[in-house]
Structures are given as structure tokens and as C-alpha cells.
């Protein structure tokens, strides 16, 4: 069955370190997306990516940047990890633009210390 | 820009009773409307989702919403709830020609005995 991974479920790092958060999905899906999870806010857009090459900047991209050099791969990083980055980050494909279902990794939960 | 309410950030209900959750939105024009569930450390899964048609949608595990373009809401219905229903669940809406998708920030639903 087709999925999406993210990797590592869980990390702890330090304020200050590059940080690089894991994506890949076996749907063959073009479009790609990054949200984070915090309470009371439900899920943010970070950047998102419409195919090879192509990315895009969300609503909370700031300290953040992804590249995509093949359909199944987005990985996330963060440049320079900051205490308010800690959250629980989430990948998501479709095959689709916004309009269309996505379907969601079981996330990575980072703290920064 | 759009926005979306779910104005009950729990719900508890007795197994087998039916429940409502709540979802209202600001902006009509061009809507697509989905309702995603979460499980405990788990990704969010799709419930169902409202593109066109009929208003009255049906989604997995024996939910379903109604769209009301003139109150602009999405209430998610069930009529008989059970203890596996016990998650978080998210209304979400794209507004044609925008570049995200919204969520709400969720509503716990706890399914007691």
C-alpha cells in the first residue's frame, strides 16, 4: 500500500542547530505540503511544493526551508533551531492542489531546548 | 481571507448517542470543505469532504455533514457514536483561488461508557 513516512518520530536538539526533518511518500503524488501542530491553532501551512524543483512559501515559513529534488522526497529543515520551532510537524501529499484530500504522515514531534 | 471556527474544543457523549460537532466558515465563494480525524499520535486521516453536488455528504465509519451555504456551516453528525470514535477532529476549508488550506482548531470528541 502506498504511504508516507516521517522521520524521526521524535527528536531533541538545541537552540542554534540545523535541524532536518524527514518526508517520503509512495503515493506519487506531485504536491506536497509541511504543517506544524500547535494547541489551540490547529495545523499551519510551513511551504509546500506543487513538483520537482518547485517550492513555496506557507504561512509560517520563516527559519524554515525544504527543497525538492524528486517526487518522493520533501525533507524540512530548519536552519537554526529556535524554542518556538518545538511542535509537532507533519508531512502531507495529494494529487491534487488545496481543493483536493491530503493525506497525512503520524508526524515528528521536535523539542528544542 | 479564510477562516475557519469550531467552536467546541470538547465534546463528551455517552456511546451510542448520536453527536454534532461544529464547523463554520467566513467565506463562501468557491469553498471546498473536508473534515479530517486524528488518533492519538497518529497523522490526520480524511473523513470525508465537500467539493460540489449534494449537500448532505457521507464519510467513513458512518459519519456525515451537511453543507449550508446561507449559515455557512459544516456540522459533522453521527448517530450513534462509539468508543473508537474517541479523537481529534478537524474542519478544514479552501477557498477557490487561495493558497492553503485552513483548519479549524479541532474539536476532542470523548466517547464515555
Known amino acids: 500500500d502506498a504511504e508516507i513516512t516521517q522521520s524521526p518520530r521524535h527528536k531533541i536538539t538545541e537552540t542554534g542547530r540545523q535541524v532536518t526533518l524527514a518526508c517520503h511518500q509512495t503515493?506519487?503524488?506531485?504536491?506536497m505540503f509541511w504543517y506544524r501542530q500547535d494547541l489551540g491553532h490547529g495545523l499551519r501551512l510551513i511551504h509546500y511544493?506543487?513538483?520537482?524543483?518547485?517550492?513555496n512559501k506557507g504561512e509560517v515559513s520563516d527559519g524554515y526551508s525544504v527543497s525538492r529534488s524528486n517526487t518522493e522526497d520533501l525533507p524540512l529543515t530548519l536552519e537554526s533551531a529556535a524554542s518556538s520551532q518545538t511542535s509537532v510537524y507533519f508531512c502531507?501529499?495529494?494529487?491534487?492542489?488545496?481543493?483536493?484530500?491530503?493525506?497525512f504522515g503520524d508526524g515528528t514531534r521536535l523539542s528544542i531546548l | 481571507a479564510q477562516s475557519v471556527t469550531q467552536l467546541d474544543s470538547q465534546v463528551p457523549v455517552f456511546e451510542e448517542a448520536p453527536v454534532e460537532l461544529r464547523c463554520n466558515y467566513s467565506?463562501?465563494?468557491?469553498?471546498?470543505l473536508f473534515w479530517y480525524v486524528q488518533y492519538p499520535n497518529q497523522g490526520l486521516q480524511l473523513l470525508l469532504k465537500?467539493?460540489?453536488?449534494?449537500?448532505l455528504v457521507k464519510g467513513i465509519n458512518g459519519f456525515e455533514a451537511e453543507f449550508n451555504k446561507s449559515q455557512t456551516s459544516f456540522h459533522l453528525r453521527k448517530p450513534s457514536v462509539h468508543i473508537s470514535d474517541t479523537a481529534e477532529y478537524f474542519c478544514?476549508?479552501?477557498?477557490?483561488?487561495?493558497?492553503?488550506?485552513?483548519f479549524g482548531t479541532g474539536t476532542q470528541l470523548k466517547v464515555e461508557l
Open positions: 502531507a501529499s495529494s494529487d491534487g492542489g488545496f481543493n483536493q484530500p491530503q493525506h
Open positions: 503515493w506519487n503524488h506531485n504536491n
Open positions: 511544493s506543487y513538483g520537482v524543483h518547485d517550492t
Open positions: 467565506s463562501s465563494v468557491s469553498v471546498y
Open positions: 465537500y467539493l460540489s453536488g449534494s449537500t
Open positions: 478544514a476549508a479552501f477557498t477557490g483561488g487561495g493558497n492553503k488550506l485552513t
